[in-house]
């Protein structure tokens, strides 16, 4: 299992001031660099920045999250749906 490791950098933040350009399943690539494999297939929030960000179902990463979104009094769930560009 693949632990993420949290910066320490200096670098300014990836995700302040960002916009959400993409929200997208994960790629192969991205289950596997997570060691994900037969799990569902997760979501990608991808940002103006480039920045990705990638829900997860704990802290250490143990199987791709979901995103609930409540609009109108209607909840949506992204995670295996097809790409939905902004």
Known sequence: MAKAKQ???KKPNPV???TIV????????????QCWHGWRNGVA???STGAVLIPMS??????PGELMCKHDGE???F????????
């Open 7 to 9: 910066s320490k950098s």
């Open 16 to 18: 302040i001031g960002a």
């Open 22 to 33: 993409e929200v997208r399943p994960l790629t192969s690539d991205e289950r596997h660099e």
């Open 45 to 47: 929030v991808v940002l």
């Open 58 to 63: 704990d802290e250490e990463g143990n199987a």
């Open 75 to 77: 909840f949506n769930i």
């Open 79 to 86: 995670g295996d749906e097809p790409p939905v560009k902004a």
